[in-house]
Every structure is written in structure tokens, then in C-alpha cells.
């Protein structure tokens, strides 16, 4: 297994820890954006405030584990993010949204931020944003999986998606194996997200990415010192090669500039109305080197 490491990033006040994109891997099937954020417990204020922002060529998931995060949006969308529900964004061509701490909040916030590369065939669709209040659950032996998007052991989580795709959160009790199946057509990857679990004999660290390559038909997998509960995504290898900078996904320099100048503007992103204070300024683009996040495929 290729182990990555999280490197701590400041994001608007709040330190998240970055998975991917990282330099010895970009992506895992579509997945080519991971922060981690919390677990954090506060009495007062409110941790998450992203002011809003544009995205393009992609797809924003939010799943918390604990609190809440209020999505708001440029179609004049307003949801919740709560532990098992998933908000998903589907940019297409643009859209702005923001993220914050509801002003009435449990004081505790962890969870995930993920992006998902959209192909080139629906990169500029329309925009849209799907809440999903539940998500299915399955037993996978003694384990438990709550599937946010994609199929596993043949239950099927009903979510936009337009390349072969997989995000769950798995539960495994304390020294029991689960075999938990794979596609063989897929990468995988396992973030262990409280406590340290095994897979396949090996320890796997809290908050690291531990990369499974394609062809495999399962992994095993069991709790440590407690239940512990692991991020699975999977998917197809991504392979039309996409730049990265700021909140863009695109295919050249040229995509990404027009991008920051249309939201400098106030074009193309529309206006995230249910937000209360300023939005956010695109960083100056000149001399910036965009990421390319699969420069190998
Ligand atoms: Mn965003």
C-alpha cells in the first residue's frame, strides 16, 4: 500500500489537512481534492465560515461526522450538512456556494471535503446541488457501511455521478475481520478517521491515505482499539488529464484565467444571495503554476 501523509493547511481560520491532491498522487478514480477538518469541540463563534467562491469542472461532497455545515448557493440552495446526509455540488460550467457553522450548532465539527473531477463530457453542464438526508446502509459482516455514493456489496446509493465512482463510511468493530468486496476496475483508497484499524494485516494510521491499485477483489479490514471508522473511495483511473488552481478544475491555463477573470468580474458564478457578508477575491493568477493533477495518464 502507498501511504500519504496529511499536510495541515489554513483554510479561512480553520486548519484542514490535506490528502489529495499530493505530489506522489493526484487522484484516485475522479476524487482529486481531500481535506480532513476537525474533530473539533467549541463553545462559542462559529469554526467554519467560507465566504463564497466559485468552482468549475467539478463536484463538491461534504460529510461530517459530527456537527453541522450550512451549504448556500448561487441557485439560491440552502442545506444542512448533518452526520450521515451528503451535500453534493455538481459545478458544471459555475457556481459560487459557501460553507459555515449554523449560528445554532452542537459546538463539535469533523468531517470530509472532497472534490470529484468531472469528464469532459458533462464538465460544462448546467449547475446543480442535490441534498440527500440518508444514505443506505449495509453489513458487510461484522462491519457496517453507510454508502455516500457508488455501490458496495450490491447496495446502491442513488447520487449524481458521472464516471464509475465510490465514497463510504465504513464501521469496524474492535478484532473482527470484515471482507469488504472491490472492483477490480478500480484504485481505492482507506483514510481511518478516529481510530487506527488494520487492512489486510497492516496498521493504518489515522488520517493518512492508504492507496489500493486496481485489480484487487477485496480488502480486510478490522477495528483497532475500538470501533473505528474509515473513509473507502474508489473509482475508475481518471484518465483525461486536468489542471488544478484555486477552486477550478480545467484542462488549460487558458480555461483557468478566463475562470478567475469571469468571478473577478461577477460573470458566469452568479451570486450566492443567502449569504450574509463579502465574498471571496480570486488570488492573482500571474506566474501561478496550475497543478496538473494526473500529468502521468
Ligand atoms: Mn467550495
Redesign the pocket.
Same mark, same amino acid.
Given at each position: 500500500m502507498q501511504v500519504l501523509a496529511p499536510r495541515a493547511t489554513d483554510l479561512g481560520g480553520l486548519e484542514v489537512r490535506r490528502l489529495l491532491p499530493q505530489r506522489p498522487r493526484r487522484m484516485v478514480g475522479a476524487w482529486c481534492f481531500l481535506d480532513l477538518f476537525g474533530p473539533a469541540r467549541f463553545s462559542e463563534g462559529r469554526p467554519m465560515d467560507?465566504a463564497p +467562491?466559485p +468552482?468549475c469542472g467539478l463536484q463538491?461532497v461534504t460529510w461530517l461526522l459530527q456537527g453541522e455545515a450550512v451549504h448556500k448557493d448561487s441557485l439560491d440552495s440552502e442545506a444542512v450538512a448533518r452526520p450521515g446526509a451528503l451535500n453534493l455540488m455538481t459545478s458544471g460550467s459555475g457556481i459560487a +456556494?459557501s460553507?459555515e457553522t449554523p449560528v445554532r450548532n452542537s459546538g463539535r465539527l469533523h468531517g470530509v471535503?472532497l472534490w470529484v473531477a468531472l469528464p469532459d463530457a458533462h464538465r460544462n453542464d448546467p449547475p446543480a446541488f442535490d441534498h440527500h438526508a440518508e444514505r443506505p446502509l449495509v453489513e458487510i459482516g461484522p462491519a457496517q457501511a453507510m454508502v455516500m455514493l457508488g455501490e458496495l456489496a450490491g447496495v446502491s446509493a442513488q447520487a449524481r455521478t458521472f464516471t464509475p465512482l465510490l465514497g463510504a463510511e465504513l464501521r469496524l468493530p474492535a478484532g473482527v475481520d470484515a471482507e469488504v468486496p472491490l472492483r477490480r476496475d478500480f484504485e481505492h483508497a482507506l483514510v481511518p478517521l478516529d481510530l487506527p484499524c488494520d487492512g489486510d494485516g497492516e496498521r493504518l494510521t489515522v488520517d493518512h491515505l492508504h492507496y489500493l491499485e486496481p485489480g484487487r477483489d477485496q480488502v480486510v479490514l478490522r477495528g483497532g482499539s475500538g470501533t473505528s471508522r474509515v473513509l473507502l473511495l474508489g473509482g475508475a483511473p481518471f484518465d483525461e488529464p486536468i489542471l488544478m488552481w484555486w477552486?477550478f478544475v480545467a484542462r488549460t491555463r487558458e480555461e483557468i484565467e478566463a475562470a478567475r477573470e469571469d468571478w473577478q468580474e461577477g460573470r458566469r458564478f452568479g451570486q450566492v444571495r443567502r449569504y450574509a457578508g463579502a465574498r471571496l477575491d480570486a488570488p492573482e493568477f500571474a506566474g501561478a503554476r496550475p497543478v496538473a493533477a494526473n500529468p502521468m495518464s
Open positions: 467560507v +467562491h +468552482h463538491t +456556494h460553507e471535503q477552486n
